[in-house]
Structures are given as C-alpha cells and as structure tokens.
C-alpha cells in the first residue's frame, strides 16, 4: 500500500526521493518502492488518453528537476555526429549529386544552407515519401558537402554523462515500453472492413505517449543509447512481457499477442497443414487450378505435378490459378512464424500490423543516428520483412503503407556496409525474391500465348490490383537499391540457385498482358492494364536487370555474365516447351514484354562490349536461334500494322503500347534489346532465311511479284504500302543500327541528342528525360552526367527565351547547330525513337528547312544516308543480309515496279530499297570466295543470280521471268516469248507456308533445306489437309494454287520479258526522276563532284550509289558507261492497264489541284489583307492601325461605320445606334503610383517592410477627406476626381456593330453550350471579328456635319468676349435629349459603367446616392481614361501621335456619353467656378447667417477636375475657341497655384527677397507675365494669414540648402504646370483630332504650350520660353490672385497645418511598378514559404504573394475565407479592384485574377537554362528573367491581361 500514499504525494517531490534512494548502494527498498509506484501508475487496464501516467513518467524521469531542464542537461550531452533529422510527406529537402554516394542521399535545408554547395549539382525535392537528413553520414556522402554543424566531429569533445542523470530514465522507460506494447496488444482486432477504424482510434488515444518517446529520441544520443538498451535487451524483454504469475490481464494480454503472431508466416498456419500432406492437392485449394511448381525449374527436384496437371488442364481454363511455393526455397525460416525476443521486434510489429502509423515510423528512424540500435533495427526489419509483405498486399490504405515503408527501407537498404551484414547473416536476398515470387502468385493466370489449349505457361494477371495500383514497388525498389551495392550483386550473382529462382520470376512476365487482333466487331471495353504491363516490367524486371549489370563491366565479372546467360537460355527453353511453341508464332497475337530475351540480350551485349568474351560461346544451336527471333520479329512487324490500322478494331489502346514500348524511359530496356538480339540472330542464321523470314512476318510476300497485279491472302491493299514500307524500314534499322555493335557510350549519347533535337528544339529538361538512360532507377543521375553537358554544348546552340509579343511564353530552347544538321543528322535513329510518326515529319521538314536556308538544296530533300561506326568483329555476321540472294531479288522487283508504276509503291520505299543497296556498298564481305561456291553447285547460271556479292550482282541482267498472275492482268493478253528459258519469280503465294514457292521458284532447294525439313515436320503435325500440306512441299516449279471458294480469278503462269540490271533500272529511275532522258550521259562518271551529294533527293541518292559502285569495280563502271552510252527512253507500258491510266489521271488532277488551290490562296491572302487593315492587331499593343476614329475627316461629313456582324457599312442613328466594342474594367493602376522613380523592394527577412502611405491613392482619398472636413461637401466633390483606385478604364478593339445585332449576338451566345471561358450573363463577350474580350457596347453619337466648319476655324474674338460666351454656355440648360433607342442605350452604357466598379470607390459624398456623388464619379471617368492613356504613353507626351493607345482610344465616344448623362445636372450659377475664375465677385459676407460651410477656395481646387467638369457640362459640340478659353482660364489658376506651393518651400528671407524684388516688377507693363511679380504678390497677400508660412519652418531651412535662382523657379514651376497642360493636349487631340507632335523632353512644355494656343507660335530655341508668357488673364491679374488668396487666409475655423497640406499638392507622379523582386528565388521561397499568415497565424499550405503591394495571403486557404471567398480574391477586390497579381510559393508561377476568372500567367523566374520549373518539380535553382517580368508590368499597365492571357477559367471565388 506504499504506492497509494506516493500516489497522493505531488510527483516532483516523489521523483526526488525516489532518485536519492535509488543511488544509493543498497537500492533494493528504492527498487521495490518505483516497481510498485509503476504497477500502480502504468496500468494498462486503465484508457489510455488519461494522461496522468504520462506526467508520472515525466516527473520520475526528471527526477525531480522541471522536464524542460532535464532536457536541456541531457542535450548537452548529446555526443552525435549525424544530423539525422526525419521529415515526412511534402517536407522541401535538398538532394546534391556532386556530394552523395548513394543515389538517394538528401539533406535538410539546414544542413543545406551551412553546406557549402556552390557550382554543384543539387535539387530542391519535396520528399513522396518521407526521408531523413544525412549530413555526417560519410557511408552515404563525402564529407566535403557535410554542413559546418556536423563537419567538426562534436562528439568527441562531450563530457561523459553523469551515471545519476540518467538513472531513472533506465527504471521507468522499460515499463513504459510495455505499456505502450499492452495498449498495443490490447487494441488490435484482424481487420474486417467494419473495424478497420478502430485501429485509427487506438492510435489516436496513444498520441501523446507515441509523441513522448520521439521527444526523447530528440535529446541527442545520450538518451538513444539508453533507449536502444532498453529496446534490444532480451532480458528485459523475457521478464516484463509475459507480465506476473497472478496478474490474469497480464496473461490474456500475452495470449492474444501469440495469436496475432500464429498468422505471421509467409504461408499460413492452416496452409501448411495441407501443404505437408501433399504439395500438390488441388482441391485443398477451392478451384480446380492447376498447379505449377516452382521447384520444378530447380536443378535435380522431381517434377512431381506433371500427372496432375495433365488431368486438370481441361478444368482450369479460364479459371484463376494458383502457383504454390514448394522445395525451391532453401531456408524453411522465411516462411514460419515469427519469434520475438527482444522490445524491438515486437514493437516492430505492431507497426507493421497497425500499418505503419507515421509517428511510430518517425520513432523508430529517430533512433537510427545511434550504431548498435541501426544495426539490431535493420535486423530486426529484415527479419520481418516477408510478414510486412503480406500486411501491405492486404491493406486497404497501399499507397500510404508503401510511402512509409519506404521511408524506412531506403534509410537502411542505402548503406553499403549494412547491407551486405544482413545479407550474409539474415539472408536477406533469399528473402526478398522468396516474398517477391510470393507476391506474384497471388495472381497468375495461364498463359494463352501460342498454343491456348494446352499452354503449360503462367503469366501475371495485368488487371490484378497487385499490379494495377503498383503494390510491389516497395519490394522492388529495395530490391534495386541493395543490388546498386557490388558487394551484394556479387552474392545474388553468385548464388545459383537464387538466379534460377529469379528467373522463374522473370518468367512470369514473360509473355503476359496478351493482345489478340480483333478481325471483326470493334472491342467494347478498352482495357487499359497495358501500363501496369509495362510499369511491371521495366520495375520489376528491367530495372534490377540494370543494376545487375553496372557490376558485370570489367573481364573479371566474366563468369556472372556466364551463369546468367546460361539461366536465360534454360528458362527460354522450358517457356518455348510450356507455350508448346515449335516454328511458327500464332497469327494475330502480340505481345510487348519478353522480359527473358531482354535479359538474354543485355547480358550478351555486356560481355562482348565491356568483358571481351566470344560471342559464339554464349549462343545456342541454330534450331534455338530460330525461336529466339520469332517473338521480337513478330513485335516490330506488330508495330508496322498498328501503324498501318491494322489493329483500330482494338481500340486507342494498342496504339499507345505501341507507343510506350519506344518511349524514351522504356525503349533502352524495350525496343533496343529485341533490336539487338534478332541483330545477332540475323548475324548467325542463313541470311536467306532471315530476310524471307522477315517479309513473311510483315506479310508482303504476296506483293513482291514482278506482275502488275497480284492476290493478297492476308492483307487489303491499302495496307500493303505502308507494311512494305515497314519492312523495308526494319531492315534499314537492323543493318545500320550499331547501338549495341560497337557504339561507344558518348557516341551513343551523341547519337540519341542529335535525334532528339533534330525533331523538335528542346529545353534542357525535356532532353534529359527523353534520352535513355541506362537506368539507375531511384537516381536523377544520367551516367556521367558532366558529359552531358558537354555533349550539349558540343552539338546544339542555346536560344535564349525570349516573349513573342503574341504572349506566348517561350523557354530556353537547344537547337540543333548546322554542322549536326549538315553531317549528322540520322533519320533512321529518328524513327526508332519517335513516338508520334508526326516527328519524324517534323524533323524531315526543319532539316529541308536548313538545307534551304544555307542554300545547300532548295527543293524536297530525301532522308540523307549516314555512314555508320565500323562493326564489332563479333557482329560481323550481320552484312550477309546485305549479300544475300533473296535481298537482291526483292531488291531487283522492287525497282521494276517502281520503274513500271505499278501500284502501291512509294517514295519511302524506292528511298529504302537505295539506303539498302548503299548499305550493301558500303559493307562488303571480305570473304567472297566462300560465297561463291554454292553457286555453282545451284547450277543456276541464268536463273536470278550468279553468286551473293552485291557488286556482282548489280550488273547481271535478268531477261525473262516467270510470273503468276490473274487471268484479268494486262500481262496475259501479251504474246509469251519464244525462250522461256527464265525462272519465274512468284514470290509465295499461299499464306500458310514461308518458302514453299521461293524454293521452288528459285531453285534455292540448298539454302533453305534446313527450314524445309522443319516445315515438313511442322506440316505433318497441323496436317491442316493433307493435299495442300502436299501441294506445298511439291518441288515442281509450276505449283498450283489453292484457290478458296468464291475467290479471285483463276492464277495462270505468265513469263515477262525483262533484259533488266539493277543498274539499268537504277539508271532509268534516275531519268524518271529528273523527267528528262538520258539525264546521265555516258561520260557523268569522270566529272563527277561527290562532295556534292551528301544531301539532296533521289537524283542525288542514286548519283551517289552509282559513283560508289564504280569506283569499287571496273566493270560497273564499264556496264553504266554502256547503259548510259544506249539508253532509249522507256517504253511506257501499253495503256491498256487502268492503274496506269489512273496514275496519269492523278498527276494531272494534282496538277489542277494545284492551280486551284494557289488561287484560293491568292484570294484569301488579299481578303486578310484586307481585314488586316481595318482589324487592330491585339497582340502587339505598338501596332499601327488603319482606324483612327477621333481623326479629323469625321467632321467633314457623317461618319460612317460597319457592322462587324451583318457586315452593312451606315452612319449611326437616334432609331440604329451604332456601338464601339469595348471592355469596361475597374482598375488602381493609377492609385499605385508612388513619387519615387524606383519600384519598392519586396521584403524578405522580417526587418524589411512595405509602406503603403506615400501611394497616389492614399494621398487623393486623405487630401478628400481633409477638405470634406472643413468645406461644403458639394464643393468639395467638384475640386478633386477619384477613380486612382477602382477607376473606370474603357478600352476598345476598335471594331463597331448594330447595337440590335450585337443583342441577337448575346443571345446565340447565350443558348450555346460550348464551355467559353467568359460570362455571357455577365454581359461579357469576345469581338465578333477579332476575338478581343469585351463586355459593353458604347454608342456613337450620330455624326453630326453642319457646324464641322465653323468647329475649327481660329478666333480673333477678344479674350473677354470668348469668356462670356462660355459663361452664356453654361447658363444654357442642356436641351434635354429626346427619349430615342440612342439615349436608351447611354443610359445602359452608364449603367454598365457603375456596375464595373464597386460601391465603396463610388461613394464618397457624405450622403451617399446623391447627384453631387453621381456627378463626382462621372467626371471622374473621364479623368481615369485620360490619366491612363498618359501613363501608357509613358507619362509624357513627347512621342506625339504615333502611340497605338490614341489609335482604339474611345474618348471621344466615351466623352458624349458622360456629357449626355452629366447634362442631367447644371451648376449653380451661383457656385459656377468660371465666375471665380473670370471675375472679382463681391465677397459675400454680407450673409453671414449662412451657416453652410463654405466653399473650397480655389487655390486648393484640382485644376485637371475643373477642365473635365467644364467641358462635360457645356453643350455639345464645343467649339475649338471656347475650349482654348477654358484652358487658359484654367491656366491662370494653375499657375497661381505653382506659385503658392512654390513660396511654401522658401526660407523666410527667401521669401522676404523674392517679395521685395518682384515688388519693384509690379507696375513694369508685363507684370501680369512675370512671374516675379506674380510671386511677390502671392507671398504678400498670404502672409496676410500669419500662420500660413509659420508651419515647419525649421523644416524648410532643413531642405532649402541649394538657393532658389530664377532658373530652378522656372523649372519647377514648368513640372508643376505639366501634368495640366498635357491632360488638355490629350483632351483637344481627342475632341478635336489634333495632331500631337512629337518632341524632345526638355522642349514638352513649350510644345504643348503652343498646341494648346497659350503660345502664339514655335518659339526660338535662343529665347527659352517662360512658364509665366503663356499667361492671359481675362481681368486684373493681381486683384484675382487676391481674391483667390484671400478665400484661403480668411479661413477661420482650419488649422494652418491642414491648409497648408492643401496648398502644396504635387500633381507629379512617377509610373506605376511592381514590386522589385529579388534575384534568386530562393531567397524568396526560403523567407516565405514557412512563413505564418498574418491573419490566421498559420503557416499556408499554399502561400501567395501579391507583387503590387507585397501582401502575404493564404491561395484557397478555408482558413481565411470572408463571406464564402478566399483571400487571394478578397486581396484583388481590395488592392486592384478586382485584378489581382499572385506569385505562388511553391509552385514559382504568377495567376491573375481578373473579376470572377483567373489564369496562369506563367513564372517569371527560370533556370540556368532558360526553363521554367512550375510546382519546383526539378528544384533547380532559379533566376529573375527580367525580360519576362517587364512584360508582365507592362501588361498589368496597360490593362491587357484579358487580351493576350488566353486560357481563363471562373474561381468561384476559391483562390
């Protein structure tokens, strides 16, 4: 009962007291005292979320002391040397090639950034599946990458640890280890789905205990070892897990471990009852399956099942069938249950049958920094791996499972040392295939290759979820990652009966995911299991192959390579005999994986390369050659007939196998070695054999007749061109591709870029994922990946990325250099590795591109013929197909044919047919005497050919030939030569059989006896029917045809006179083509330029054969002078054949085709030209236009406009208003503008930060709201615009329509369904003729012609006269506009006006709603298009009229519009500024009962403002005079205004002498164009107000340092005027068409001064104009400035501060920027991308970035959701009304939102060759392309994101 009153006690106390007794020598009280406490507090029949045990724990542990200082002690002991810091999914680490030994090396930031890494190969990775850091670790990288931390070997400088510190740690954790285990124990059910998530909640309730034991892994190694201790002490473990004697939960506790462990074998417990009895009992298995023994493949065990299976095989088809493991597995151990003997192991355990709950996997890795528990864990899994095997096939969460696996496995499996322990003591190879073949049986299938019925062959079932979802790859990735370590290939290579297993592995593959061609019904579900066919076999078989070949490269590996072949060539041979396959493959099927002939191939390619053995010594008899080449035979010809349609009835599906097995990461370990290997059967089998193999397998042995017309049984006929193309195309590959013949690795690499880049430029990421690298799998790294850059440099030239103004993005591309192009373009390496056929076309046409462009040949170039690499001696074998009779008589018809256009023949072939001749040249074999010899025994003198020499060969003529034919063939009307002394040549005509009819018709009876025999045999046993098996083998050379039922007409025997050489036909194909005769004359030979004909078409390629030929023999030479010397033309074959006719036919038909199409085309290009003119070009906003709308020709008479949708051209009217297209879109560009030229930086540690204060919107809304508190509110909203935020901006594309059309346009658009990417009930829409984006119609006032005259004319009419009028203007009431379809439509245009921006930059009034606001925002429109037409002709006007902006500017359209509405409301005469501009009124003091506040004086008026309202109000037309009137008005106030802001910034004696001096100027007879005198006027009347100059002038001493001259008075004085005078410019060009000339900066004020009319004419250069001679006042100068001044000093009731504020306003703004980012985007991901959100305080998962004002906001994040909107809309709504610019974090691209849509705009910050890296998918390091983020500027200024961005889609308000 002790424990209860510990219990009672307080925890730290106890730990104390506890701690001291136990430190004494005689613990045994202190002993028994914590062993009861423990009893009490750990209980496990308690729950486990009551965490008073864990504080007990805490406290003891602590012993006493606070546990936070326990830990800080501890730690300070900490004596580890690794980082090993563990993250999970989607933590950002760093991977350095230049660093790591191992592949899968990796590094946490930290590490990273205190590393020294420059100029190294490194990557930034977001981990898949979790990983841990490996800094320290020297087994895994050198030590020169190690970071500064773990660099210094800390641990050897620690103190040793105390003994007492961590005494009680050694007590309690023990226990505390059981209880978590009991807890563990206790929770577990078996998995049925109903329980699945109380394991999950298990797991929940133990949390914080889990969490508790990682906090102690994180103390640092002295805790560790003290943990490992405790974890691997088997002692402890016997002691405490079985719990007490008497303790009855304890015992249950322990029971149900045992029976979680009863299951844990590879077999289950009742499996193994069955299996003792008898291996091979069926039944016991539920199906009828047959069974297959593993054990059966192994060397000397008796083949035990055959009897059964025989009985069986009828049953089972069909069914599934399972494969049982048997006497093949060496060690019993693998499959029994487990043992525990240690904490370890079963905490292990539980993991694993809790799937790996991540915590766990991070406790368990935590520990790894410390040796002794590294190595007992690695054990400890390895020992469990087969049952983590079986856990994870049955999961239900696999790809989860997998991850941690994984993350585990590979922190063990990539430490060579570790690795090769294990494998010696655990035997962990054995274990891994044993578990893999296990894996696999769980869903084998029979094999319906070959023969169906009595197949014996299993192959995996591709459609299983085992497969389908990739559950193996965390076996096989282990697998591949412990075979990269030599050590332990060794062993797996050394280890025969290991191979053997894996080859029966392997042959499980073999042949699986089966197609069959569909003849009749298109299939009705297309399967797509053909990548889990392939992923299976490229991970599984392939890439271990791999790995086991990095270590068979030197000759002392010699007998692996051995040993394996041999294996391979064993199970070839059993799966031939299980497929029942003898000679022929069955027809119609195909399948892509032989996994065993890739091995077979790569290994031999290996030894010959790189371990100098003798090929001949690793091949099998000739019988075994045969078969080995059927299947890779029956792929490529399977390729050519999906390529030829011959497989569509299969669906898309086949095609993309087609596809997958050439891809770049398929086709090294796919297409390659098939390649290679029926290379080397060619190179040792009869080469006649081999090529009528060939064309029987492609199934064009029926078309290679010399008869114009022949019968195809197996083929229609538009599928015998491309089939014969395809064959011929294969041969081409199989005779030039030296890949594996002798190709250097570099050569290689060479070869694979040059194709690459020669069909399409490529940046540099996309060429290193589509060049094969020899696969390490787990690593980015392509063998010897320096060459690579290298290799690069050497053949492409880089083209940097530049913008095209269409938008469209480019990258950094490699193009191919013109010496690649000129010698090493290879056509034939083309095709082997495009995956689209298109590509080859593509790089076809660049390369007749750049023969164009460097004048090398100008018309359709031929694919260029390319010398190869010399063979390999051991290859050597392989030019026989090129000498070899059967060749050369396809050869010799092929060329008649074409020669005779018969049908079906094509370019492609005759360019083959050359490349194969020239081949043949360029190969000769030496030994020619043997060849000759069984020539003479065939006694053929003058059959086809004397001997097998090509050379020989060319010249031989051949005279007549005996042909089949069809009775109805233009052949048999002819009269038959006397001499039939020829043989015939009819190429088989019977499907069935491969050279029945060339032995007979050839008399080659010698070459082909071998195969003969076979087919005889073969025959006998299909014994198909007797008479034609016999017909077939008949030896008479007239053999007669089977001819089925209801066939084509009858075959009679024809002979053909020929008198024909290769050479003579060579020669009349050469005049055919160049269509002119004897285009060779007898003598070309001698002055031949050969240097010349490396490129150019089919003239050049036989040139070329020709001279070739003669320079290697004389008698060519002689037989082509000869030719040459009497060539006839050719005799056109008589007319009497239809194909001819039609060939002719077609030509000319082409030809008319031809003209026809040139004149459409003509047509059409003066139509776009057309259309071109009057249609703006939006892409490129600098393109000049033919549309100037405002220009001046409008007023001459009415305008005219065309409809872009009726395409009627008419004026528009009050009934038919026409309208300009146009989009209206709220926009703050101009309320971003700061004063300062540079942009602001954005801030990237937390000491920098953005101010937002000094912005041009912030200034207007505080200058408004000052006023509105001392002035009348309706005043105040006459003196100042807004819209600097949320403004209004129309723009236009310049095309017009009915405004009645573009209603029924909406509608159509309305009741279409295509997804659009705009709104149509949002009024939006694209330009009917050029696509723009749009969402209004705004009407053209009717032209109006009368008063065009009187509109322009100068005045001479005094000022004071102009001035009344205006004042008379205005007095006019505006006549009302009748109500007509125009007005309407204005008042909708208004409407769509105020609904683009939102209420809050609407109001501003202090009641809201009324005419004074309506008024405001109206103007203020006008204002905001003005403002930004300035800002987009770059803030001046110097550059006159050629800006684009005026081009589509709708000013002029949008002006009457508001003038319309704004007629609505008149002025007050009484308030009317043109009277306090014009006159001295009486001051009105008088009514002093007036309460109102009073009006804004007019000194701290917005001049620009009182321009737009004057304007607006007047009575349209104004005429030219009146508007000059107002502007000089104006004028007058904005200097006055100069002046005031000017004397603010004196010093008082400044001021004092400047008054003085201007004083004397006063009554001088311009003093009104003074502007000393002037100023001095200003400075005395307001120092009548004391307190105006009085403010800050401490200040102003501070900044007047420099002394004001008359010339700096004038300078400012000019700025501050600028921005007036040019808005008025912008006006008048726009009111009136003026033209704006052009100017140099410093002369802009002059020049607008004049356009304006405030200077007579160009001034002198000499006199320099003066800002005060623009002057023209309409009364006494200087009472009006009085007056003006005396409305601010009488200002009673406001602070001198505040009117001083008003007084000095600065109208000078700079361009708006974005923020100025830095250059490397690390420096902003690292800042930002763990930085905390302001609002939410947590740390986004998808952080953005705004770049206008450097905002930080969380992208879809539900965290900071207003209202069902995210933030990043909220942002663009507030900071850009609505068009908002977001950098994302992690994915380095830019969106933009625009209202309700958004798109990706792309990523401003590129790699070190010019890509972009979206999502940091390579985690390059990137850099700011400058060119890129200006254009993005740009686009954002001008307000064009809808125009030139085109892929947008609605947000929903979720970004």
């Not at 299991?529 to 076999?537: D, K, L, V, W």
């Amino acid at each position: 009962m002790m424990a209860a009153s510990l219990l009672r006690r307080d925890k730290k106390t106890t730990a104390a007291h506890l701690k001291a007794d136990l430190n004494r020598t005689d613990n045994s009280t202190g002993l028994r005292q914590l062993q009861e406490l423990l009893d009490a507090v750990l209980n496990p029949e308690k729950p486990a979320a009551d965490t008073e045990a864990l504080d007990w724990c805490k406290c003891l542990i602590a012993g006493g002391e606070g546990f936070e200082e326990f830990c800080k002690t501890v730690r300070s002991y900490d004596n580890a040397t690794l980082c090993g810091l563990v993250w999970t999914a989607n933590f950002v680490a760093y991977r350095c090639r230049t660093c790591g030994i191992s592949p899968c090396m990796s590094l946490c930031a930290e590490c990273f950034n205190n590393g020294d890494h420059t100029g190294h190969d490194f990557n930034m990775f977001r981990s898949q599946a979790g990983g841990a850091c490996d800094c320290g670790d020297s087994n895994v990288m050198r030590e020169s990458g190690f970071c500064r931390r773990h660099r210094l070997r800390t641990g050897e400088n620690v103190p040793s640890i105390p003994r007492d510190l961590l005494l009680m740690s050694e007590m309690v954790l023990p226990r505390f280890i059981l209880c978590i285990i009991q807890y563990l124990r206790d929770g577990y059910i078996e998995p049925d789905s109903s329980t699945e998530r109380d394991l999950q909640k298990v797991l929940q309730q133990l949390e914080p205990q889990i969490s508790f034991l990682e906090e102690l892994t994180k103390m640092g190694g002295a805790m560790r070892t003290v943990l490992t201790k405790i974890l691997t002490n088997q002692q402890t473990f016997k002691e405490l897990s079985m719990g007490q004697e008497e303790n009855l939960y304890a015992k249950k506790n322990y029971d149900k471990y045992l029976s979680a462990l009863k299951n844990s074998g590879l077999v289950s417990v009742e499996e193994k009852a069955q299996g003792a009895t008898a291996d091979v009992s069926v039944g016991a298995e539920g199906g009828a399956g047959a069974m297959v023994l593993l054990g059966t493949t192994a060397p000397g065990s008796p083949d035990e099942s055959s009897k059964e299976e025989d009985q069986d095989a009828g049953q089972s088809v069909g069914q599934r069938k399972r494969v049982k493991l048997s006497s093949s597995t060496k060690d019993p151990s693998i499959i029994e249950s487990l043992k525990h003997k240690c904490f370890l192991e079963e905490l292990l355990f539980w993991t694993i049958k809790y799937e790996f709950p991540q915590k766990m996997v991070t406790f368990l890795l935590n520990m790894l920094p410390d040796q002794d528990y590294k190595i007992t864990f690695t054990k400890t899994f390895v020992q469990h791996y087969a049952f983590i095997m079986k856990t994870l096939m049955k999961s239900h969460e696999s790809d989860t499972m997998s991850n941690r696996i994984v993350h585990i496995s590979v922190q063990l499996f990539s430490n060579e040392e570790l690795a090769r322990h294990v494998t010696e003591e655990c035997q962990l190879l054995d274990i891994m295939v044993t578990v893999l073949l296990y894996m696999m049986e769980s869903c084998l299938i029979k094999s319906e290759l070959q023969d169906e019925e009595n197949s014996r062959h299993v192959v995996v079932n591709c459609s299983e979820a085992l497969l389908k979802n990739n559950t193996y790859w965390p076996l096989v990735s282990d697998f591949i990652n412990i075979l990269s370590h030599q050590s332990v290939a060794k062993k797996f290579l050394e280890d025969h009966s290991l191979l053997m297993l894996w080859m029966s592995f392997v042959s499980f593959f073999q042949g699986m995911n089966l197609n069959k061609r569909e003849l009749n019904e298109h299939v009705e579900f297309e399967s797509q299991t053909y990548y889990a066919a392939f992923a299976a076999e490229l991970e599984a078989c392939a890439q271990p192959m791999w790995g086991l070949l990095t270590h068979c490269k030197v000759k002392e590996t010699q007998e692996y390579t051995k040993t394996v072949v041999r294996y391979c060539l064993e199970t070839l041979q059993i799966w031939f005999d299980a497929i029942g396959f003898i000679d022929e493959p069955a027809p119609n099927q195909v399948t892509f994986h032989l996994p065993l002939h890739r091995y077979y191939a790569m290994f031999l390619s290996k030894a010959i390369k790189c371990q100098g053995l003798d090929l001949d010594s690793l091949l099998p008899d000739q019988e075994m050659l045969m078969k080995i080449m059927v299947h890779p035979l029956q792929i490529q010809a399977c390729l050519s007939e999906i390529h030829s349609n011959m497989w569509v009835r299969n669906g898309l599906q086949i095609k993309g196998q087609a596809m997958t097995y050439v891809q770049s990461h398929f086709c090294n370990s796919m297409i390659d070695p098939d390649i290679y290997l029926l290379q080397v059967c060619a190179s040792r089998l009869d080469p006649d054999y081999f090529i009528s193999s060939v064309f029987e397998r492609f199934k064009v042995v029926d078309l290679l007749t010399m008869a114009s017309q022949h019968q195809n049984a197996v083929l229609d006929s538009e599928q015998e061109r491309p089939m014969l193309e395809g064959a011929l195309t294969f041969l081409v590959i199989l005779t030039s591709l030296r890949v594996h013949l002798g190709m250097t690795d570099d050569e290689i690499l060479r070869a694979e870029m040059v194709s690459q880049l020669c069909m399409n430029d490529r940046t540099h990421s996309a060429l290193l994922d589509l060049i094969p690298e020899n696969p390490n799998p787990k690593s980015g790294i392509v063998p010897g990946s320096c060459s690579f850059e290298e290799m690069l440099s050497a053949v492409a030239d880089f083209k940097a990325p530049v913008f095209e103004p269409g938008g469209s993005m480019q990258q950094g591309m490699y193009t191919p250099k013109a010496e690649v192009w000129e010698k090493e373009f290879d056509p034939i390496m083309v095709v082997l590795r495009t995956v689209y056929r298109r590509d080859v076309q593509s790089a076809m046409d660049r390369y007749s591109a750049f023969l164009k462009q460097s004048g090398i040949h100008t018309g359709n170039p031929w694919p260029p013929y390319k010398e190869r690499t010399p063979l390999h001696p051991c290859y050597k074998g392989l030019i026989k197909l090129l000498h070899c009779k059967t060749l050369h008589i396809v050869i010799f018809t092929l060329l008649y044919k074409i020669w005779m256009d018969h049908q079906n023949m094509s370019e492609h072939v005759l360019c083959m047919v050359l490349y194969l001749i020239e081949l043949g040249l360029d190969n000769q074999v030496q030994d020619n005497k043997e060849d000759e010899e069984p020539c003479i025994e065939e006694h053929c003198h003058d059959s086809w050919f004397p001997g097998t020499n090509l050379l020989s060969n060319l010249h031989h003529v051949i005279n007549f030939v005996r042909v089949r034919v069809p009775e109805t063939a233009p052949e048999v009307k002819r009269e038959t030569p006397p001499s039939t002394s020829t043989e015939a040549s009819s190429y088989g005509q019977n499907s069935r059989r491969l050279s029945g009819n060339w032995r007979e018709n050839l008399r080659e009876a010698q070459v082909f006896s071998l195969v003969a025999e076979r087919r005889r045999k073969f025959q006998e046993i299909i014994n198909r029917s007797n008479t034609e098996a016999a017909q077939v083998v008949r030896p008479k050379s007239s053999s007669t045809r089977w001819v089925p039922p209801g066939s084509h007409p009858q075959l009679v025997t024809e002979i053909l006179e020929i008198r024909e050489s290769m050479l003579s036909l060579l020669i009349k194909l050469h005049q055919k083509l160049s269509s002119k005769q004897n285009s060779l004359s007898a003598s070309w030979l001698e002055d031949m330029d050969t240097s010349r004909h490396a490129h150019g078409d089919g003239i050049t390629a036989i040139e070329r054969i020709l001279t070739k030929a003669a320079t290697r023999s004389c008698q060519i030479k002689r037989s082509i002078q000869d030719i040459c010397g009497k060539v006839c033309p050719p005799v056109p074959p008589k007319k009497n054949s239809p194909t001819d006719k039609k060939a002719m036919d077609k030509e000319e038909r082409r030809q008319r085709a031809r003209e026809r199409q040139q004149k459409l085309l003509a047509e059409f290009a003066s139509r776009q030209k057309s259309f071109m003119e009057t249609a703006m070009d939006v892409e490129s906003p600098d393109t000049e236009a033919a549309m100037d709308l405002g220009a001046s020709e409008v007023m001459e008479s009415e305008v005219l406009y065309d409809c872009v949708i009726c395409g009627q051209s008419g004026p528009s009217t009050e009934d038919r208003p026409t309208g300009l297209v146009v989009l209206l879109q709220a926009s703050s560009v101009l309320g971003h503008r700061c004063k300062n030229k540079e942009a602001k930086k954005l801030p990237t540690s937390d000491e920098e930060h953005i101010y937002p204060a000094d912005t041009c919107g912030v200034a207007h809304d505080v200058r408004l709201t000052l006023m509105q508190r001392f002035f009348k509110d309706s005043s105040c909203l006459q003196s100042v615009s807004i819209g600097w935020d949320g403004g209004v901006y129309v723009q236009t594309c310049g095309h017009t329509l009915h405004i009645d059309c573009h209603k029924s346009y909406m509608e159509s658009l309305r009741n279409d369904q295509v997804l659009q990417g705009f709104s149509v009930d949002k009024g939006e829409f694209t330009c009917p003729l050029c696509r723009q984006f749009a969402n209004s119609v705004l009407p053209c006032r009717p032209g109006r012609s009368t008063e065009a005259g009187a509109w322009h004319t100068p005045t001479n009419k005094k000022m004071c006269v102009l001035v009344k009028e205006v004042e008379d203007l205005q007095e006019k009431l505006g006549l009302f506009p009748t109500e007509s379809n125009l007005s309407k439509e204005m008042e909708l245009v208004i409407k769509d006006i105020k609904n683009t921006t939102q209420k809050k930059y609407m109001d501003y009034g202090k009641n809201p709603g009324s005419p004074d606001n309506d008024f405001l925002f109206m103007y203020s429109v006008a204002r905001t298009n003005l403002e930004l037409e300035l800002v987009h002709r770059g803030g001046n006007l110097c550059c006159g009229g050629a800006s684009a902006a005026a081009k589509r500017s709708c000013l002029n359209q949008l002006f009457h519009v508001l003038a319309m509405h704004m007629r609505l409301y008149s002025i007050d005469s009484a308030y009317n500024p043109w009277s306090k501009l014009t006159q001295i009124t009486q001051s009105r003091e008088a009514d002093s009962f007036d309460e109102e506040r009073p009006e804004v004086p007019m000194l701290f008026r917005d001049v620009p403002s009182l321009l737009i309202i004057f304007v607006l109000t007047m009575p349209q037309p104004l005429r030219k005079e009146h508007f000059s009137c107002v502007v000089k008005m104006l004028y007058n106030l904005q200097f006055t205004q100069a002046l005031a802001a000017l004397s603010t910034k004196f010093s008082p004696e400044e001021r004092q002498a400047w008054s003085t001096s201007g004083a004397l100027k006063k009554n001088a007879a311009n003093a009104e164009k003074s502007f000393e005198a002037l100023l001095s006027h200003v400075i005395s009347e307001l120092s009548k107000d004391k307190t105006v100059y009085k403010v800050n002038i401490e200040e102003t001493s501070m900044l007047s340092s420099s002394v004001w001259s008359p010339q700096s008075i004038e300078f400012s004085l000019q700025q501050f005027c600028l921005p007036f005078l040019r808005l008025s410019c912008l006006l008048q060009h726009h009111l009136y068409g003026d033209n704006l000339t052009g100017c140099l900066e410093e002369e802009e004020f002059s020049s607008l001064a004049v356009c304006l009319g405030l200077l007579p004419s160009a001034p002198q250069p000499s006199n320099t104009v003066h800002s005060a001679s623009c002057l023209e006042w309409a009364v006494s100068a200087f009472d009006l400035v009085t007056q003006w001044c005396a409305e601010v000093t009488g200002l009673s009731q406001m602070q001198a501060e505040q009117s001083l504020t008003l007084l000095v306003q600065d109208p000078q703004w700079a361009a708006p920027r974005l923020l100025q980012l830095p250059d490397n985007y690390n420096i902003i991901f690292q800042y930002y991308h763990r930085k905390a959100c302001t609002a939410c305080k947590k740390v986004p998962k998808d952080p953005a970035l705004c770049l206008v004002c450097g905002a930080f906001v969380c992208l879809k994040g539900v965290c900071c959701k207003q209202q069902g909107i995210c933030e990043c809309v909220l942002h663009s709504q507030h900071c850009g009304a609505a068009t908002g610019i977001f950098l994302l974090i992690n994915a380095s691209v830019i969106i933009i939102i625009r209202g309700h849509r958004f798109c990706l705009w792309g990523s401003v910050y590129l790699d070190a060759h010019g890509e972009e890296d979206r999502d940091l998918r390579r985690g390059k390091p990137l850099f700011l392309c400058e060119e890129r983020y200006r254009v993005l500027e740009q686009q954002w200024v001008s307000h064009t994101f809808d125009h030139i961005n085109k892929r947008w889609g609605p947000h929903y308000n979720g970004l």
